[in-house]
């Protein structure tokens, strides 16, 4: 099964810019068709993004729609999500998600990285 490990959140301003990236092992990154979630402080965990197996097709939240960008690079086993304009309410704990059969659920989840926006 597939480990996940997220890292490139941080403290940023709004209208700043972050690339979170999640490493994937333990199988073949291609095989999983994979997600960013996120969960603000005192709420459920939301979707952001998600991607196919091969990144031919993604597919975005309202709240991420023209401001991020989901990506894959199936030869270095990453998944990356381009955040721009930076917004104080996305301001969470954000995971990366693997889903080995492309029609959900989403079975393996990464540890998740903190993104504070500050006003």
């Known amino acids: 099964q597939v480990q996940l490990r997220e890292s490139g959140g941080g403290l940023v301003q709004a209208g700043d810019s972050l690339r979170l990236s999640c490493a994937a092992s333990?199988?073949?990154?291609?095989?999983?068709?994979m997600a960013w979630f996120r969960q603000p402080p005192g709420r459920e965990r939301e979707f952001v993004a998600s991607?196919?197996?091969?990144?031919?097709?993604?597919f975005y939240a309202n709240s991420a729609k023209g401001r991020f960008t989901i990506s894959r690079d199936n030869t270095k086993n990453t998944l990356f999500l381009q955040m721009n304009d930076l917004r104080p309410q996305d301001t969470a704990v954000y995971y990366c998600?693997?889903?080995?059969?492309?029609?959900?659920?989403?079975?393996?989840w990464g540890q998740g990285t903190q993104v504070t926006v500050s006003s």
């Open positions: 998600a693997a889903d080995p059969t492309g029609e959900q659920p989403y079975d393996y």
């Open positions: 333990g199988d073949t990154f291609s095989n999983y068709a």
């Open positions: 991607i196919n197996f091969g990144g031919t097709t993604t």
